[in-house]
């Protein structure tokens, strides 16, 4: 068997919980994430770091999984979209506001968004909405026109800025 086709193992923590799987040295974290972990919430848009559509973050950095290989995460913490929701299994405030926007809508685009989002959110606490565009700007949506997105992100900021207790993710 040549080098190329040898799996190693890869650890990680996803959402919180310890997860193993192997990779071949040119596996993409994004294609690891959806086939050997079986997270398929992550999607796969163009595969070259354009759509943003395979955000993740890794150890708290929203980062595209597409242009990452497993075998660079192996001992991170990975999150994914999966991972949003409250522990209760009820919608985040971030995933309430998306809806109450309806700023998604065949949803491609949207685990990424939101996985953009909660990194943004954590270090812009009152952003501007010229400060959200600039974040989306790293994401393609070809169904919302990204003002509905804007909103609901904005939105998100003002509740949590009244809503002291309230976490972007379980
Ligand atoms: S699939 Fe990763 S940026 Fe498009
Ligand atoms: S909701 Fe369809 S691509 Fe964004």
């Known amino acids: 068997m040549s080098e190329q086709h040898i799996k190693h193992p890869v650890r990680v923590i996803v959402n919180g919980v310890a997860r193993s799987g192997h990779a071949e040295s040119r596996m993409l974290l994004s294609d690891f994430i959806r086939h050997e972990l079986g997270a398929t919430g992550t999607h796969v848009g ?3 770091g354009v759509c943003g559509a395979c955000t993740v973050q890794i150890d708290g950095i929203a980062t595209r999984s597409c242009l990452c290989l497993a075998s660079q995460v192996d001992g991170c ?13 009820t919608l985040s405030i971030l ?7 309806h700023a998604l809508q065949c949803g491609f685009c949207t685990a990424g968004i939101l996985m953009s989002a909660v990194d943004f ?23 919302t026109g990204y003002t509905p997105i804007v909103e609901a992100i904005l939105d998100v900021a003002r509740q949590l800025n009244t809503e002291k207790t309230e976490t972007l993710h379980a």
């Not at 913490?77 to 299994?89: A, M, Q, S």
């Not at 995933?95 to 926007?101: A, E, L």
């Open 121 to 143: 959110l954590g270090r812009f606490t009152d952003p501007t909405e010229e400060q959200v565009r600039d974040m989306l700007s790293g994401h393609l949506c070809r169904c």
């Open 77 to 89: 913490d990975l999150r994914t979209v999966e991972g949003l929701g409250r522990e209760n299994g």
């Open 46 to 48: 163009c595969e070259h």
């Open 95 to 101: 995933q309430q506001m998306f809806k109450k926007h």
